[in-house]
């Protein structure tokens, strides 16, 4: 069993700086790609950033400049590096890892964290 936990949301104003950070722990043999999306009330679900197992990385444009993701992979953890926030950035954030166990490799989310940036 895997599990990804998340942490680091919260309420910040225009402008302002936060990190998200998602630990997984369990049953792992590797983490493949790992990454970040959210989900704005009454939106779809979109992709935020990805970051590959070789620290290659994606962002949506509506965060290039802004958002930076990373990785520690000796903790099997994913950071959201997040500046310059807007009111546009609120949303609850998932992270997401794939993860090879010992005989399958399967996508897992984390519970969600609540990012609201308001003044």
């Known amino acids: 069993q895997v599990q990804l936990v998340e942490s680091g949301g919260g309420l910040v104003q225009p402008g302002g700086s936060l990190r998200l950070s998602c630990a997984a722990s369990?049953?792992?043999?590797?983490?493949?790609?790992m990454g970040w999306y959210r989900q704005a009330p009454g939106k779809q679900r979109e992709l935020v950033a990805i970051?590959?197992?070789?620290?290659?990385?994606t962002y949506a444009d509506s965060v290039k400049g802004r958002f930076t993701v990373s990785r520690d992979n000796a903790k099997n953890t994913v950071y959201l590096q997040m500046n310059s926030l807007k009111p546009e950035d609120t949303a609850v954030y998932y992270c997401?890892?794939?993860?090879?166990?010992?005989?399958?490799?399967?996508?897992?989310w984390g519970q969600g964290t609540q990012v609201t940036v308001s003044s």
């Open positions: 970051i590959t197992s070789g620290s290659s990385d």
């Open positions: 369990g049953n792992i043999f590797r983490i493949h790609n």
């Open positions: 997401y890892a794939v993860i090879e166990g010992r005989a399958a490799i399967t996508q897992y």
